[in-house]
């Protein structure tokens, strides 16, 4: 099976009627010793990422670095422009006069968090994708309205076109089919 | 109602999506909007009259230009007129798209659902036109860039203790996070229209736009993750952008401005108008493009309950104003007061209140509530009120401050006039694009109502 270039096929996709047949299809399949899997829906669906192995992402971590360095960021600016870089003493004040810096502090510190959300979103996501296999699929078209899909992908080390695909279809799906790259 | 189910029935009544649809339904009716072969006459016609008070805009700010601030009603002691109510306003309206997007989502509330997206449109539409005035005022706007922290050959930075910095990072961040909110929201709707579209222009652009979004459930794991970390987020954010413009004026000592419950007051106030907007707006997109079933009378009911809460917040900072201007035994502040329901401005000062304190409590009727037609005219007049509110703040405490000798009277000019109508030119133009091309109600987000609806027959 194994060749040197990448596999004939990313995929092999099955359409299922409802949530919870997918969701079964999804255990089932990670029961099965499968780890390269994903499931394609219209709408979030409970539990759908435990089931395909999936638990935890960086994302949050990722965006407290973002609001850290805009806290830091922002206080750092003003300490700097108005104790280091232009003191002005007025009337014997303090230099460092804090409270008046923390509505701007604050401010960058949810910028610097958003963006990180945001672009950490896309980025951990592989978005922007503009061509991506599973396009190529006919049916793929309604997994943005109302079709459900389990895909189990081709670097899975279990994968075996045939093997696989008699596997999926044992599962019940309305529809199962080969995704081309 | 007997098949409604339990837990969407349970606040007010009636249903937030109307029994009977399915995840197809939901997307066609929602993105069928968008992607009409046809545009509607009625359409053609709205957004022809927003595009000519644009147009106006755009003649007055040009004028404005050439001329200088000279040719609006401002002088000295009046120096801030038109130019910062409009802002105040404008800021204000946009807070209710962030409220309903962000606070309603942390509290679990399911009828946000329907509103969210065009309430967080309309939230960005109402800051770029409340961005627009003060750089207007400016008298320099092409040198607006001096407000920023940027690398200048003259060395100079902003002056970060003043309240007026504080507002450019608080509305453009305010601005930047709005639209990245927006934008998050949008994602998988675009991916819903990309595979609907059947144009191939109109599949380019939705395709681009849309990133390759599949829905793949990892993917959907870190979106809901992040949709929530940006609900939180923003949620702050709100109560500091209008607490942050209140201090624009509480941080002067000018009387009428120098009072602690600015903060507090604003943010009521601005979430005041900006319901009202919403249900201005959505009153009559719901009744022409029939969507009856997902801006439901729960819906309306529960705006106009909003609207009476924030209300009596607002009619309360009156009277602690009031009272705060008598129980502090400050002479100037004392005439402040009496010279707002009594001085040269009283028609504002008492129209303020006839709009703001008394007709809000019509909605404490049900049968009015539940009239769609009459809660429209309600929300309108809020809206005035809510104008009228910064009116009386900015320009009534200008013209009479401590030293008689400077007393001036103002009046906006037809210029002024010009440039705040032909804001709402803008507003209503980018609102018209965007209710033609962009779904106006999140799709993703219906089809989890639909499972609740159907769930339990």
Redesign the interface.
């Known amino acids: 099976m194994k060749r040197a270039g990448r596999p004939p096929i990313y995929g092999i996709l099955a359409e299922f009627e409802d949530r919870e047949r997918l969701l079964e299809a999804a255990q089932t399949a990670s029961g099965a010793g499968y780890r390269a899997l994903d499931a394609y829906t219209p709408l979030p669906v409970e539990g759908l990422s435990d089931a395909i192995g999936f638990h935890h992402t960086r994302l949050p971590w990722v965006v407290f670095t973002g609001a850290a360095l805009g806290a830091l960021g922002g206080f750092g600016m003003q300490l700097y422009a108005s104790a280091v870089h232009y003191p002005l003493n007025i009337g014997g004040r303090p230099l460092n006069s804090w409270p008046a810096f923390i509505p701007i502090t604050f401010e960058l510190t949810v910028l610097g968090a958003s963006l990180f959300a945001v672009f950490g979103l896309l980025a951990l996501n592989g978005l922007p994708t503009p061509y991506h296999p599973l396009f190529n699929v006919d049916r793929f078209e309604f997994a943005s309205r109302e079709a459900l899909f389990l895909c189990i992908k081709s670097k899975d080390p279990k994968f075996d076109r045939a093997a696989t695909r008699r596997f999926l279809e044992g599962l019940r799906p309305h529809e199962v089919s080969e995704v081309e790259w | 109602m007997s098949d409604v189910p339990e837990r969407t029935a349970s606040l007010s009544g009636g249903p937030v999506l109307e029994p009977g649809h399915?995840?197809?339904s939901v997307?066609e009716k929602i993105s069928s909007i968008a992607l009409a072969r046809k545009t509607p006459k009625e359409w053609w016609i709205g957004f022809g009259v927003s595009f000519l008070l644009l147009m106006m805009l755009l003649y007055a700010t040009g004028y404005l230009f050439i001329k200088g601030v000279g040719i609006w009603g401002i002088n000295m002691p009046v120096a801030w007129g038109f130019a910062i109510v409009n802002f105040v306003w404008w800021v204000g309206i946009g807070h209710a798209g962030t409220l309903i997007s962000a606070i309603l989502l942390l509290l679990r509330q399911e009828w946000r659902t329907s509103i969210n997206r065009f309430a967080e449109a309309m939230t960005l539409f109402a800051v770029a036109c409340a961005g627009l005035f003060p750089l207007l005022h400016l008298g320099r706007p092409w040198v607006f860039y001096w407000l920023f922290?940027y690398p200048d050959t003259m060395?100079?930075?902003p002056q970060?203790?003043s309240?007026l910095?504080?507002d450019v990072?608080?509305v453009s961040?305010y601005a930047?996070?709005s639209l990245?909110?927006w934008?998050?929201g949008l994602l998988?709707d675009l991916?819903?229209l990309?595979?609907?579209a059947r144009r191939r222009p109109a599949k380019i652009i939705y395709g681009?736009l849309a990133?390759?979004?599949?829905?793949?459930?990892?993917?959907?794991?870190?979106?809901?993750?992040?949709y929530l970390?940006?609900a939180g987020?923003?949620t702050?954010?709100v109560v500091?952008v209008h607490t942050?413009v209140s201090?624009d004026f509480a941080a002067g000592i000018i009387p009428g401005w120098h009072t602690t419950i600015f903060p507090p007051y604003f943010v009521a106030g601005a979430i005041y108008s900006g319901f009202a907007m919403v249900l201005t707006l959505s009153i009559p997109l719901r009744a022409f493009y029939g969507l009856e079933d997902f801006i439901t009378m729960r819906h309306l009911e529960n705006m106009a309950k909003v609207l009476i809460a924030t209300g009596l917040i607002v009619a309360y900072g009156y009277a602690a104003e009031l009272f705060m201007s008598w129980y502090s035994a400050n002479a100037a502040e004392q005439f402040l007061a009496k010279n707002r329901a009594f001085g040269p401005y009283w028609p504002a000062y008492w129209a303020l209140i006839l709009c703001n304190v008394l007709t809000v409590q019509l909605l404490w009727f049900r049968r009015i509530r539940t009239r769609p037609w009459f809660l429209w005219v309600i929300a309108i007049v809020i809206n005035v009120g809510m104008w009228l509110e910064r009116y009386v703040i900015v320009v009534v405490s200008l013209t009479r401050d401590f030293l008689p000798s400077i007393w001036r009277s103002y009046h906006g000019t037809v210029w002024d006039w010009a440039t705040f109508l032909g804001s709402m030119g803008l507003f209503l133009s980018l609102l018209f694009l965007f209710i033609r091309f962009l779904p106006v109600i999140s799709i993703?987000?219906m089809?989890?109502l639909v499972d609740e609806t159907e769930g339990r027959e």
């Not at chain 2, 979004?213 to 990892?218: E, F, L, P, Q």
Request: hydrophobic share 45%; net charge positive; charged share 20%.
């Open positions: 399915t995840y197809r997307t922290p060395r100079l930075w970060f203790r309240p910095v504080w990072f608080a961040t930047t996070v990245l909110f934008f998050v998988p991916a819903t990309r595979d609907r681009i990133m390759g979004w599949r829905g793949s459930a990892t993917h959907w794991h870190r979106y809901e993750t992040a970390l940006l987020l923003a702050p954010l500091s942050v201090f993703a987000e089809r989890s």
